[in-house]
């Protein structure tokens, strides 16, 4: 058994690394691009090609990080995670204690799953949402009229809604005819009201997601909510159904029309293949192709298990923005899709990456003496070329990019003009972007030079379809969880997300008039309180 460093500065391949990025590949040298370079920086998974020429690496850089990978056990590491090993958690300080086992609620199509107890536990709650499913089809389950639900409002925050969101958004191509789909998020009732204008809550479903089941936002528009369908006459136990934790608060089947479950192995930002995600997907698109987006996910999680580093495109692509980031010194990295339908995709990974990997000690509490998780950003292409490209293309600051695209589109709705459809241009532009940000221009007036040395990859797959989305989601997930091996932090717990609630609870405790619980007349909370005009006396 290998050593298990506990600092990356501790691995011995760590100052070559240092001394290779003293001198990164040039990109701007005319004729680097070669097709020889193309062809062997590609790698392929699940419906998938990651093309990395364009980074500022060579063969010895990648032995160098091949080496890293190995000398951290990261493939060792996420082999374990998928087999149960207590992965979140803190050495030697109270800590979340927890199995790490999103991966099976996926790992459900193979003979052997990598942890057979929580796939059956998977299986079970998507038998459930199938006989759920099958009820809303004949007639079975229907609102206290005899009428079918067509509308379904998923209320829920952080975990419990951006990630199902940005999936939702992605597939909405594939929706079922005459079946809708609103969300809920923000505390802020023009949020709900918003909603609540657009739906007939009489063939309405809500369905309130909290893994905790204590979550503020949530508890608070699921009681707006049923307020709404009572002010209407109408039962709101005959219309609200639950996502939640085993013993929560909210796991009281009396008060809902349905059930389903995720369990405390299953972090909230990496929940989307769970019930959390599924209930509302297979509402709005059926069964089949959630079990697809499952799947391709599945396959995604089993090419993480690949020990060689330029055959497993989710260590890829971690490692070369571990390059970027410890050894080139990006701080952020743009996931720009060229796909209208990825418009909430970012959002998500920004929850996912940085909620991960914004973390300042090491899995042993200790602090940590190199940058962690990046800053993560991003928009569709080609919208942001109109924005904040510039900065990207002759800004001070380098920003590492991740494009991805695809060849076809969803619809398969398009026009021809002037001798390309609008597809093609539209992967055209992100190819043609990827290239001059590497390769950069020169010119003799300086501020039309482009000085190019732009790192970037571009993930490209034939159409996002179910089982695509499912692999893209993946491979960010496992992605993201190399990436905190590898800076040896606790990628599955969130005090500062904890730290958010209880400040909430004791801003609000002021605010009702309870001194001793929010602190004094004098704190600063209630001073700011005062200043806002929002404070009782
Ligand atoms: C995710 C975080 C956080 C969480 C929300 C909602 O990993 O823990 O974003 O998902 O705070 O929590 P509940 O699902 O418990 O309501």
Same mark, same amino acid.
């Given at each position: 058994?290998? #050593?298990?460093?506990?600092?990356?500065?501790?691995?011995?391949?760590y100052p070559h690394l240092v001394e290779l990025a003293r001198h990164p590949f040039d990109l701007t040298i005319p004729g680097v691009l070669?097709?020889?370079?193309?062809?062997?920086?590609?790698?392929?998974?699940?419906?998938?090609?990651?093309?990395?020429?364009?980074?500022?690496?060579?063969?010895?850089?990648?032995?160098?990080?091949?080496?890293?990978?190995?000398?951290?056990?990261?493939?060792?590491?996420?082999?374990?995670?998928?087999?149960?090993?207590?992965?979140?958690?803190?050495?030697?300080?109270?800590?979340?204690?927890?199995?790490?086992?999103?991966?099976?609620?996926?790992?459900?199509?193979?003979?052997?799953?990598?942890?057979?107890?929580?796939?059956?536990?998977?299986?079970?709650?998507?038998?459930?949402?199938?006989?759920?499913?099958?009820?809303?089809?004949?007639?079975?389950?229907?609102?206290?009229?005899?009428?079918p639900f067509d509308t379904m409002i998923h209320v829920g925050i952080g975990g419990s809604d951006l990630g199902p969101r940005s999936v939702?958004?992605?597939?909405?191509?594939?929706?079922?005819?005459?079946?809708?789909?609103?969300?809920?998020?923000?505390?802020?009732?023009?949020?709900?009201?918003?909603?609540?204008?657009?739906?007939?809550?009489?063939?309405?479903?809500?369905?309130?997601?909290?893994?905790?089941?204590?979550?503020?936002?949530?508890?608070?528009?699921?009681?707006?909510?049923?307020?709404?369908?009572?002010?209407?006459?109408?039962?709101?136990?005959?219309?609200?159904?639950?996502?939640?934790?085993?013993?929560?608060?909210?796991?009281?089947?009396?008060?809902?029309?349905?059930?389903?479950?995720?369990?405390?192995?299953?972090?909230?930002?990496?929940?989307?293949?769970?019930?959390?995600?599924?209930?509302?997907?297979?509402?709005?698109?059926?069964?089949?192709?959630?079990?697809?987006?499952?799947?391709?996910?599945?396959?995604?999680?089993?090419?993480?298990?690949?020990?060689?580093?330029?055959?497993?495109?989710?260590?890829?692509?971690?490692?070369?923005?571990?390059?970027?980031?410890?050894?080139?010194?990006?701080?952020?990295?743009?996931?720009?899709?060229?796909?209208?339908?990825?418009?909430?995709?970012?959002?998500?990974?920004?929850?996912?990456?940085?909620?991960?990997?914004? #973390?300042?000690?090491?899995?042993?509490?200790?602090?940590?003496?190199?940058?962690?998780?990046?800053?993560?950003?991003?928009?569709?292409?080609?919208?942001?070329?109109?924005?904040?490209?510039?900065?990207?293309?002759?800004?001070?600051?380098?920003?590492?990019?991740?494009?991805?695209?695809?060849?076809?589109?969803?619809?398969?709705?398009?026009?021809?003009?002037?001798?390309?459809?609008?597809?093609?241009?539209?992967?055209?532009?992100?190819?043609?972007?990827?290239?001059?940000?590497?390769?950069?221009?020169?010119?003799?007036?300086p501020n039309r030079r482009f000085p190019g040395n732009r790192p970037n990859v571009i993930l490209l797959a034939e159409r996002l379809t179910?089982?695509?989305?499912?692999?893209?989601?993946?491979?960010?997930?496992?992605?993201?969880?190399?990436?905190?091996?590898?800076?040896?932090?606790?990628?599955?717990?969130?005090?500062?997300?904890?730290?958010?609630?209880?400040?909430?609870?004791?801003?609000?405790?002021?605010?009702?008039?309870?001194?001793?619980?929010?602190?004094?007349?004098?704190?600063?909370?209630?001073?700011?309180?005062?200043?806002?005009?929002?404070? #009782?006396?």
């Open positions: 058994m290998m #050593k298990r460093w506990q600092a990356l500065t501790d691995v011995p391949v070669t097709p020889a370079r193309m062809q062997q920086y590609c790698c392929s998974a699940a419906g998938f090609d990651l093309l990395y020429a364009t980074q500022r690496v060579s063969d010895e850089t990648l032995a160098g990080l091949q080496k890293l990978a190995d000398q951290c056990l990261l493939v060792e590491q996420f082999r374990q995670m998928r087999r149960g090993a207590v992965m979140n958690r803190i050495h030697g300080y109270p800590s979340e204690d927890r199995q790490v086992l999103h991966t099976a609620c996926r790992d459900l199509f193979g003979e052997t799953p990598a942890e057979p107890a929580a796939s059956a536990q998977a299986g079970r709650e998507i038998a459930r949402l199938k006989v759920f499913l099958e009820e809303l089809e004949n007639g079975t389950l229907t609102n206290g009229q005899g009428l939702y958004e992605a597939l909405r191509a594939y929706g079922r005819p005459g079946r809708q789909v609103y969300f809920i998020s923000n505390v802020d009732p023009d949020d709900a009201a918003a909603v609540l204008r657009q739906v007939n809550l009489a063939t309405t479903l809500v369905n309130v997601v909290s893994k905790s089941g204590t979550t503020l936002e949530t508890l608070t528009n699921e009681t707006l909510v049923r307020r709404a369908f009572e002010q209407q006459g109408l039962d709101p136990c005959r219309h609200c159904m639950a996502v939640t934790g085993t013993g929560s608060p909210m796991d009281n089947p009396a008060r809902y029309l349905r059930s389903f479950y995720m369990f405390d192995y299953i972090g909230g930002r990496y929940s989307s293949t769970s019930m959390v995600g599924a209930v509302m997907l297979a509402f709005a698109l059926g069964i089949e192709p959630v079990l697809e987006f499952l799947e391709g996910a599945s396959l995604m999680d089993m090419a993480a298990e690949g020990e060689e580093l330029q055959q497993n495109m989710p260590l890829l692509l971690a490692m070369l923005g571990v390059w970027n980031h410890s050894f080139l010194g990006a701080s952020t990295v743009a996931v720009l899709p060229y796909s209208q339908a990825l418009h909430r995709f970012a959002a998500h990974l920004q929850q996912c990456d940085m909620e991960s990997n914004g #973390k300042s000690v090491s899995r042993y509490g200790e602090q940590v003496t190199l940058k962690t998780g990046p800053i993560l950003w991003g928009e569709p292409g080609t919208n942001g070329q109109h924005a904040f490209y510039q900065l990207l293309h002759q800004g001070t600051e380098i920003v590492p990019v991740e494009f991805i695209g695809f060849r076809h589109s969803q619809y398969g709705e398009d026009i021809e003009i002037e001798g390309s459809t609008s597809q093609q241009k539209l992967v055209a532009n992100l190819l043609a972007q990827s290239l001059a940000m590497a390769m950069g221009q020169e010119s003799e007036n179910p089982k695509v989305m499912g692999a893209l989601l993946a491979l960010y997930e496992a992605k993201i969880v190399f990436q905190g091996f590898c800076w040896n932090i606790n990628s599955f717990d969130q005090e500062g997300v904890q730290l958010g609630k209880v400040l909430a609870g004791r801003v609000l405790a002021l605010m009702r008039g309870q001194r001793e619980d929010g602190g004094g007349d004098s704190s600063p909370e209630m001073s700011l309180l005062k200043m806002a005009g929002i404070a #009782k006396g």
